[in-house]
């Protein structure tokens, strides 16, 4: 009973057995694993740019930390050296 229902007007999938059905399972599920690789691989690169951003924002802040650090020194030298 169960065989005949799967042969009826089911679109693709009617008229392949029961071992093509399970190969295109493992197809479908070997393709979501690939997709979820990709997205992990995007998701490491989007964490490495924003890091990699902080770590030039970081720097760019320091940077300017000392330059303004320099011309209070400069300021305060000229007047109270």
Not at 16 to 21: A, I, L, R, V, Y
Not at 46 to 70: T, Y
Request: charged fraction near 20%.
């Amino acid at each position: 009973m169960s065989n005949s229902q799967g042969q009826g007007h089911e679109g693709d999938s009617s008229n392949q057995s029961p071992e093509g059905t399970m190969e295109r399972i493992l197809q479908v599920m070997g393709e979501m694993r690939d997709n979820q690789t990709l997205m992990m691989g995007r998701i490491y690169g989007i964490e490495r740019q924003q890091n990699e951003s902080q770590v030039q924002v970081g720097m760019m802040v320091e940077k300017a930390e000392k330059q303004l650090a320099l011309k209070l020194l400069m300021a305060k030298g000229g007047s109270s050296w």
